[in-house]
C-alpha cells in the first residue's frame, strides 16, 4: 500500500484546513488508518485514528474538538479536517495504516504516507 497525503500549505491562525490521504489500492476493510504529526525539532506524535468500518475514532487530547478525521471507501481516502488552528499545530503531517482494524496505541502502523507540511502563522 502506498499513501499519498497532500492538501497542506500556509493558514492564519484560527484558520481551517483539510488534509486528504489518498491509497495507492482500495484500503483492505481491515485496516485502521491515522494521522501523525511532527512539529518543528520535535518527534512524530499521534494526532488522529479512524477504525476500519469508520466506526471509532481516536483523536489526541490536543486536537479534541477541533480536528474530525473521516474515511471515504469509494475513493480510498482519509480526511483531517482541521478548524479553529493554532501555531502550536505547524507541523508536518502523515497518514498511515495499520495491519489491524482499529487503533491501539501501543501496535505501530506499518505503512507511512510522505508528508504534508501545515504552517499557522499568528
Known amino acids: 500500500v502506498q499513501l499519498q497525503a497532500f492538501g497542506g500549505g500556509l493558514v492564519q491562525a484560527g484558520g481551517s484546513l483539510r488534509l486528504s490521504c489518498a491509497a495507492s489500492r482500495r484500503t483492505s476493510s481491515n485496516n485502521a488508518m491515522a494521522w501523525f504529526r511532527q512539529p518543528p525539532g520535535k518527534e512524530r506524535e499521534f494526532v488522529a485514528a479512524i477504525s476500519w468500518n469508520g466506526g471509532s475514532t481516536n483523536y489526541a487530547d490536543s486536537v479534541k474538538g477541533r480536528f474530525t478525521i473521516s474515511r471515504a471507501y469509494a475513493s480510498s481516502t482519509v480526511n483531517l479536517q482541521m478548524n479553529s488552528l493554532k501555531p502550536e499545530d505547524t507541523a508536518v503531517y502523515y497518514c498511515?495504516?495499520?495491519?489491524?482494524?482499529?487503533?491501539?496505541?501501543?501496535?505501530?502502523?506499518?505503512?507511512w504516507g510522505q508528508g504534508t507540511l501545515v504552517t499557522v502563522s499568528s
Open positions: 498511515a495504516a495499520y495491519p489491524r482494524p482499529y487503533y491501539s496505541s501501543t501496535i505501530p502502523p506499518n505503512y
